[in-house]
């Protein structure tokens, strides 16, 4: 039986809605997919081919002879392009011996333990909000450096397993380079991005605001020899010296007046539960280099909640952008709970997502 909670008696002066929006700056900070995404109107319903883009799809169909026979499609991936994106769930449970604890904070009746109390509460009221955030953030970065989405028993050990959600590039957005970037002796990673970037702009007439790189890349990077002798010559014009420092703000300007896209570096790592233990994933593929439009580069589809359409009794709710967040309890046995429902998945502009991967040699560009 679902009862009033803890929060509902102690904050009753304090709703969960203002302190999620007292903490709101804070919390957007912790995530990063509305640097890059726009958040969408909310739907009823929520499925890949709305997500993705039912032109995508359905223009995803071969070219063949007129002779000749339909090539033949996965139906498990035809599935999972018209099937509804499940929701982002996450729960945090207080046990009874926390309870106990509480309780004896209460009986201590000292100035301030209300406060206390409400704060150690809103601490997993606000874990909730951001979590379905997080999981944005892994789907974003794996569509920004992949072109593609992997839902898999590692990075989602608890849930469904859907593997990857190719969504729909072509071949030639992703490239390789002449020499691996790992090789600082003889990589040219200046040259590449010259090269690949004009290639891009000369062949399919689209021009690049950022590259977006790992940090693990950055480091390959400005160990190359001929990135120092570049940036060298860059910042020593003229002068005796040949000292500078390499540091992301001198490269960018070295990028801006060659007109260049500017290095955007991406450090991120997610943090995982298995089994209540916690595991460290990086969703963006240190290998990439990402070139993309400068600004947003999609949009969050999301969906209401059927449980914000139609309230339970005795549950608070708020909001956190896309994200329900709601806390109860439960009285068989006596536990506290703070949970939080969001149905949302990004959409990307691909078509406009170029892919230079470091690690694979090829000697030329090709469509």
């Known amino acids: ?59 995803a169909a071969s070219i063949v002879d007129s002779d000749a026979s339909a090539p033949l499609r996965s139906r498990n991936k035809l599935e999972l392009y018209k099937g509804k994106i499940p929701a982002i769930k996450e729960a945090f449970k207080m046990t009874q011996d926390e309870m106990r604890q509480l309780e004896m904070l209460k009986s201590m009746n000292i100035n301030g333990t209300n406060n206390a109390l409400i704060s150690f509460l809103n601490k997993d009221l606000q874990e909730a909000a951001v979590s379905g955030d997080k999981r944005v ?24 397993i859907y593997g990857e959600i190719d969504l729909l590039a072509k071949s030639y957005q992703k490239q390789g380079v002449p020499t691996v970037w790992s090789d600082s002796a003889t990589a040219d990673p200046i040259s590449d991005i010259m090269n690949f970037t004009q290639w891009v702009w000369s062949t399919k007439g689209i021009q690049f605001g950022v590259m977006t790189m790992s940090y693990d890349m950055w480091l390959n990077f400005i160990k190359s020899a001929k990135v120092k002798t570049w940036l060298s010559s860059f910042f020593n014009i003229g002068k005796g010296s040949s000292s500078f420092a390499i540091t992301l703000d001198n490269v960018n300007m070295a990028l801006t007046a060659n007109r ?41 589809f999301n969906a209401v909640s059927m449980e914000k359409l139609h309230p339970v009794e005795s549950v608070s709710y708020a909001d956190f952008g896309p994200t329900l967040v709601k806390k109860y309890a439960d009285n068989n046995p006596l536990t506290e709970y703070t949970e939080m429902e969001m149905n949302a998945f990004p959409s990307v502009d691909v078509d406009k997502i170029f892919i230079l991967t470091t690690n694979v040699v090829k000697a030329s560009f090709a469509d």
């Open 137 to 160: 953030d892994i789907m974003l970065l794996q569509a920004m450096s992949t072109l593609k989405i992997d839902v898999n028993a590692t990075n989602n050990p608890d849930g469904v």
């Open 1 to 59: 039986m679902i009862i009033p909670s803890y929060f509902q008696e102690l904050a009753s002066s304090q709703s969960m809605q203002f302190l999620l929006d007292a903490s709101q700056q804070n919390l957007q900070q912790k995530t990063l997919w509305r640097k890059y995404l726009e958040q969408g109107i909310p739907q009823v319903s929520l499925t890949f081919d709305s997500a993705i883009g039912r032109e995508r799809i359905e223009a």
């Open 260 to 300: 260049l896209p500017i290095i955007d570096i991406i450090n991120h790592v997610s943090h995982i539960e298995k089994d209540g233990k916690p595991t460290f994933y990086k969703a963006f593929d240190v290998n990439a280099v990402s070139f993309m439009p400068a600004g947003k580069i999609g949009k969050l």
